[in-house]
């Protein structure tokens, strides 16, 4: 193990060795094995948003063995999916790739203002899958968030007893919030905040606007000059608010966008002092070899291989 990864699993010394090396089988993964930095497979869109949405632009996606087969062939370092996607392909592909088994989901079959997602999965199917982590989504913003934060505290206790890493998707959301807002830089590196406080070991949060949401946030930004007008400095600033670069902090890849959009996002994760993308309608839309050759070149520029 080299010293970058050491380095990283010494934020984490209240883990027990469990947790922590299952962190290291991340960190150690794929092709940006030991330069501290992930790019990480997540499927869990059929679910999320239906499977027509998901999968109608690449049909081989149907299938949960071509996501597996992508994320290993690409050089992932992990590969995130909801149960049954997990269940029907595992077998043919043990021991290949780290696997987070993301515990809770939400469909869009009911527009709410405040969603939670349901718990669909647990520790015990994690461990029986041979998964390193557990996944969890919470909605900072949502009438139901304490509820959810209970949620997660709970099975982050179940997990972490496991030797298991969590990993946990905060996304605000709900009725209090604009949908402009939940992308803005103050809601964003608030969202980090809590899933740290919750004791999140991997952070999953989307890219940050400039946008400052609350007027009581807006003063400090301006007080203090906080720098935020490049994706760069926003990215610093979310990473900054994760105990100041002490958690792992990896950001969503979103809709499908176009490549140069993707690569500078990228760009700017790696220049901000990101640890990585999770990055799935971008990948598994395309086709295999596009999608490899795609997630490749994200790869080559955090390991400094493509400027």
């Not at 206790?157 to 992308?183: D, M, Q």
Request: proline residues 5%; hydrophobic residues 40%; charged residues 20%.
């Amino acid at each position: 193990m080299n010293d970058r990864v050491r380095e990283i699993l010494s934020w984490y010394s209240s883990e027990n060795p469990g947790v922590r090396t299952n962190l290291a089988r991340l960190l150690n993964h794929g092709r940006l094995g030991g330069t501290g930095k992930l790019v990480i497979l997540p499927v869990d869109q059929g679910f999320e948003h239906g499977p027509a949405r998901s999968f109608a632009p690449n049909p081989a996606g149907y299938d949960p063995r071509y996501h597996f087969q992508l994320a290993i062939e690409s050089g992932c370092n992990a590969y995130a999916a909801p149960l049954g996607s997990m269940e029907a392909a595992v077998d043919d592909f043990v021991g290949d790739i780290p696997l987070i088994l993301k515990c809770n989901n939400h469909d869009t079959l009911l527009d709410e203002k405040d969603p939670i997602s349901a718990i669909t999965s647990g520790v015990e199917d994690a461990l029986r899958l041979g998964c390193v982590a557990v996944g969890f989504t919470i909605y900072p913003g949502s009438a139901e968030r304490n509820q959810m934060y209970e949620q997660l505290r709970d099975m982050a206790a179940e997990a972490k007893a496991a030797g298991l890493a969590v990993v946990v998707w905060s996304y605000p959301r709900g009725n209090g919030i604009s949908k402009e807002g939940e992308t803005a830089i103050d809601v964003v590196t608030y969202a980090a905040q809590i899933a740290a406080q919750l004791g999140a070991d991997i952070i999953k949060v989307k890219l940050p606007s400039a946008r400052v949401e609350m007027p009581e946030a807006q003063k400090v930004y301006q007080k203090y000059e906080i720098p935020v007008s490049s994706l760069a400095e926003r990215v610093q600033n979310v990473i900054q608010s994760s105990f100041n670069g002490r958690r792992i902090v990896i950001f969503s890849g979103g809709a499908t966008a176009g490549d140069d959009q993707v690569f500078n996002e990228a760009r700017a994760i790696r220049d901000g002092g990101g640890f990585g993308s999770i990055i799935g309608r971008n990948s598994f839309q395309r086709k295999k070899e596009d999608a490899v050759k795609f997630l490749g070149t994200i790869m080559g520029i955090y390991e400094g291989s493509v400027k």
